[in-house]
């Protein structure tokens, strides 16, 4: 099914809004879902109104069986287009702002410990032109906290070298700097003094290329760490996200105030950030344990 109007929306997305792929292809599937349900039903996209939402609803919750979870993206999605719709003039009115999704259990950010890390960097060769690339990815993306549709679109002019950060191009095309440390920095240095100048047959700008020469996507990602991470004794799943998630965490276990982890992580809003804070208790129990005089008798 093809949209004039959806693929403005994703256009805008991409260009005005700096999302990333995989957020774009995930608000595609939900959005064309909803249009071939309205088409299934001979209903126009533009001029739905609030029972027909509610129908929707019951669809996905008894012929798709969705989750709270899903339902409630799929309704985030939504929600985002009919806004486009309504600031272009399309509709008269966002009518999902109307609805509210179901109710969702919390889910703790899951991170991995400093023991993990450690043995993941561990894996690639530093020997070979794409270990340096590897290994690099891994320290960039644990040292900075920055989300896989930065990381691949960092340019090496975007790095000052002499002060350690990086100029990141985020969410909304807002832009922060974020800082690295010496680890990072000593691999950043091999990799391009050494396999980036191999791997850059094509002269190109962005720091992350792919074994043919080419900027390396956020699939691209995904899959290099899915294959590192087997290769270590490492029982958990594996994603840049979960890198971030480790990032902002381990920061908070070792004293970092919220407002600078929610600045390194460009939230835009502290609530986003506050999610951290539960992940964090035991750090703080074991703090109290051992610095409070009257926690525990001698």
């Known amino acids: ?9 994703l256009e805008y997305l991409k260009y005005q809004k700096n999302y990333s792929d995989y957020t774009i292809t995930n608000y595609s599937h939900d959005i064309l879902e909803f249009l071939e349900y309205l088409e299934s039903e001979a209903l126009d996209f533009k001029s739905i109104e609030y029972s027909d939402i509610r129908f929707f609803l019951m669809y996905l919750k008894d012929k798709r069986h969705d ?8 309704l985030s999605s939504l929600r985002g287009f009919y806004k486009y719709l309504a600031n272009e003039k399309i509709v008269n009115t966002n009518v ?43 320290e960039m993306l644990y040292a900075t906290g ?29 832009e922060r700097f974020v800082a690295y440390g010496e680890y990072c920095e000593d691999i950043l240095k091999l990799y391009l003094s050494d396999g980036y100048n191999t791997l850059n047959k094509d002269n190109l700008d962005y720091l992350f290329l792919n074994n043919n020469g ?8 995904r899959y290099i760490l899915d294959k590192l991470i087997k290769d270590t004794s490492i029982n958990k799943k594996i994603s840049p996200h979960m890198i971030r998630h ?18 390194l992580l460009g939230h835009e809003s502290i609530k986003a950030t506050q999610i951290y804070t539960h992940v964090t208790t035991d750090r703080l129990k074991d703090v109290y344990f051992h610095s409070f005089p009257r926690a525990k008798k001698d």
């Not at 709270?68 to 993206?73: E, G, L």
């Not at 109710?103 to 991170?111: H, V």
């Not at 080419?214 to 990602?221: A, D, F, H, W, Y």
């Open 246 to 263: 480790s990032f902002a965490t381990h920061l908070l276990n070792e004293g970092c105030d919220l407002l600078t982890v929610q600045k």
């Open 146 to 174: 920055v989300r896989v549709g930065e990381l691949v679109n960092i340019k090496v002019k975007d790095i000052s070298f002499s002060e350690k950060k990086i100029l990141i191009l985020g969410k909304g095309n807002k």
């Open 96 to 138: 999902f702002s109307l609805v509210s999704g179901p109710k969702k259990s919390k889910k703790l950010p899951r991170y991995f410990e400093y023991n993990e890390l450690e043995e993941l960097f561990l894996v690639p060769d530093k020997r070979t032109p794409l270990g340096q690339r590897d290994l690099l990815l891994l």
């Open 1 to 9: 099914m093809e949209i004039k109007e959806l693929d403005d929306y």
């Open 214 to 221: 080419g900027v390396l996507t956020e699939r691209g990602v």
């Open 67 to 74: 989750d709270n979870v899903t339902v409630s993206r799929k």
